[in-house]
């Protein structure tokens, strides 16, 4: 089945100390999106890739970084996470025509000690 | 300021019942809304979509309403089970650039009792 990957389901990094969290999609999809989620909040979007063509929220932090190397992979880069980026981050795709859906993976759970 | 909001209260219902959530937006005109649901610990699925000048949209037990004057979604679910049991978002297009880029509602929880 096409789908939307997420490695790792959970992750726990340092205060501090660099982690980075990997998507990968079937889907074949020329659009994926970073969210961070808190508790019983709204997903917040952080930025996207069509293809190559990087687009960055306005209000996220510098501390977020992307990489894209294929259309197939996306990773998040935290450089140096704080207390407040424990969060769910939900990686997702869309095509480009059609519908407009995304489709989501399930999720990587960072805790920050 | 733009908003988009949900009733952050539970809505607890009995089986068989219609559940209606109510999504509210502000300073947007987004060309499309669309209701996703989220399981605790897992990602969004989606629901379906609206466009502006649908004022309603079926899937099965699920329908969409769009108010473009009220500036808000209202999502029913009929003959509710406790398997509806979910956090439910709805998300609209900012038209502020980007590739089917969605801004998010917080979500209502919706809890279905036997």
């Known amino acids: 089945d096409a789908m939307v990957i997420q490695n790792p389901r959970y992750q726990v990094t340092q205060f501090g100390k660099p982690v980075t969290l990997s998507c990968s999609q079937t889907?074949?999809?020329?659009?994926m999106y970073w969210y961070q989620q808190k508790s019983s909040q709204a997903p917040k979007l952080l930025f996207h890739?069509?293809?190559?063509?990087?687009?960055n929220e306005a209000d996220t932090p510098d501390n977020f970084q992307s990489r894209r190397p294929n259309t197939s992979f996306c990773f998040l880069d935290i450089r140096s996470p704080g207390l407040g980026d424990a969060a769910m981050y939900l990686c997702?795709?869309?095509?480009?025509?059609?519908?407009?859906?995304?489709?989501f993976g399930p999720g990587t759970r960072l805790t920050v000690l | 300021s733009q908003k988009i909001e949900q009733n952050s209260e539970a809505l607890n219902i009995q089986e068989g019942k219609t559940a209606t959530l109510t999504c509210n937006y502000t300073?947007?005109?987004?060309?499309?809304l669309q209701w996703y649901r989220q399981d605790p610990g897992r990602g969004p699925v989606f629901l379906l979509l609206?466009?502006?000048?649908?004022k309603e949209k079926r899937k099965e037990r699920l329908k969409v309403t769009f108010d473009t004057t009220l500036k808000q979604s209202l999502f029913h679910i009929t003959a509710s089970q406790p398997a509806d049991s979910a956090t439910y978002l709805c998300?609209?297009?900012?038209?502020?650039?980007?590739?089917?880029?969605?801004?998010f509602g917080a979500g209502t929880r919706l809890a279905v009792h036997p």
């Open positions: 997702a795709t869309s095509a480009t025509s059609g519908r407009n859906e995304q489709f």
């Open positions: 889907l074949n999809h020329n659009v």
């Open positions: 890739y069509y293809d190559k063509d990087f687009n």
């Open positions: 300073n947007y005109s987004p060309a499309y």
């Open positions: 609206i466009r502006e000048n649908e």
């Open positions: 998300a609209l297009d900012p038209l502020s650039g980007g590739y089917n880029k969605l801004i």
